[in-house]
């Protein structure tokens, strides 16, 4: 593995942890949600410097990033990954974002699922 995507492949699992802790951790449900969303971007571009051996393209569209990477993705992957990327900005700036914890697990326990898979992608 080159050495930048090492980097962003621990980035990447760093966050994923970090939004595990953060859902058990009471009124951090959204922040938990924000760091599942770069947890899948660092992973994809964990893959995108492994594919191409350049540095990764500047975006936060998980589902560009996907169609340029051409993975090949199941039809509820793709459909989670929306929802997540539709997350992206209500789960980053004040607004009147609520979101319940048992919704907040559901969207962390299919963020890591999404991970796992990346992660055999990389391996």
Not at 23 to 38: D, I, K, Q
Request: negative net charge.
């Amino acid at each position: 593995m080159r050495d930048e995507a090492g980097e962003w492949r621990r980035f990447a699992a760093e966050d994923m942890l970090a939004a595990e802790v953060l859902l058990e951790t009471p009124g951090l449900s959204r922040l938990a949600v924000f760091l599942c969303h770069e947890a899948i971007e660092k992973a994809l571009k964990a893959i995108w410097v492994e594919r191409h051996g350049t540095a990764p393209q500047r975006t936060h569209n998980l589902l560009h990033l996907v169609a340029t990477l051409e993975l090949e993705m199941e039809d509820e992957r793709l459909a989670f990954l929306r929802t997540l990327h539709a997350l992206l900005v209500p789960s980053r700036y004040p607004n009147p974002f609520d979101l319940p914890q048992e919704r907040a697990r559901y969207y962390v326990q299919e963020a890591r699922g999404l991970f796992e898979w990346l992660q055999r992608l990389m391996s």
